[in-house]
């Protein structure tokens, strides 16, 4: 199996970038994705193949890779944007989550 | 619209087994290639995902829990079920069913289940 690691909190005030990496061996060979989750709901894609944005998703998410990272941006981090995000990839038959990111924007 | 909706037990005890099924709704499970999945999330902690299975009935299994998990499907039902033995209190989780597009990644998920385990 693999790990997917990423940083258990980030904090922005409304207006500025958040930035949320994730890192993993397996990110070097497979897409990564990105999904939101805010409390008591199921999570929502975001990011998917490292960078692209699905439709209904505001164009402050962005997503980029180098190497065995991927980054999660959210440029003008609004009030709303505050949830837990988790990185996602596949490989050899095994799905894996990221630890999962608290964003917290206030 | 694709629908998912778990359904099951909300309290299992210690050493038995847990089993819930999803039900897909707004289109046939068989249709596309697509993969059915399970995720859970212990209260307050990250994602995990469980094991999948294609109509065919060929599955995959975290390999953390895989000698403990069954995933079926029945087609004529549009269902796809989980069967967890000898659970203990690390069990408990709120419980996903999802699809997940090119086999891989969830698209469509329901709404999760909590499930307890407690005596």
């Known amino acids: 199996s693999y790990e997917l690691t990423q940083p258990s909190s980030v904090s922005v005030s409304p207006g500025q970038t958040a930035r949320i990496t994730c890192s993993g061996d397996?990110?070097?060979?497979?897409?990564a994705r990105w999904f939101q989750q805010k409390p008591g709901q199921a999570p929502v894609l975001v990011i998917y193949k490292d960078s692209e944005r699905p439709s209904g998703i505001p164009e402050r998410f962005s997503g980029s890779s180098s190497g065995t990272t991927v980054t999660l941006t959210i440029s003008g981090a609004q009030v709303e944007d505050e949830a837990d995000y988790y990185c996602?990839?596949?490989?050899?038959?095994?799905?894996?989550f990221g630890g999962g990111t608290k964003l917290t924007v206030l | 619209q694709v629908q998912l909706q778990e359904s099951g037990p909300g309290l299992v005890k210690p050493s038995q087994t847990l089993s819930l099924t999803c039900t897909v709704s707004?289109?046939?499970?068989?249709?596309?290639?697509?993969?059915w999945s399970w995720i859970r999330q212990p209260a307050g902690k990250g994602l995990e995902w469980i094991g999948r299975?294609?109509?065919?009935?060929?599955?995959n299994y975290n390999p953390s829990l895989k000698s403990r998990v069954t995933i079926s499907v029945d087609t004529s039902k549009n269902q796809f079920s989980l069967k967890l033995s000898s659970v203990t209190a690390a069990d408990t989780a709120v419980y996903y069913c999802?699809?997940?597009?090119?086999?891989?990644?969830?698209?469509?998920w329901g709404q999760g289940t909590l499930v307890t385990v407690s005596s």
């Open positions: 999802a699809r997940l597009a090119a086999g891989t990644y969830p698209d469509y």
């Open positions: 707004g289109g046939s499970i068989s249709s596309g290639s697509y993969y």
């Open positions: 299975i294609y109509t065919s009935g060929s599955t």
């Open positions: 996602y990839s596949a490989a050899d038959n095994n799905l894996v």
């Open positions: 397996v990110l070097a060979k497979k897409y």
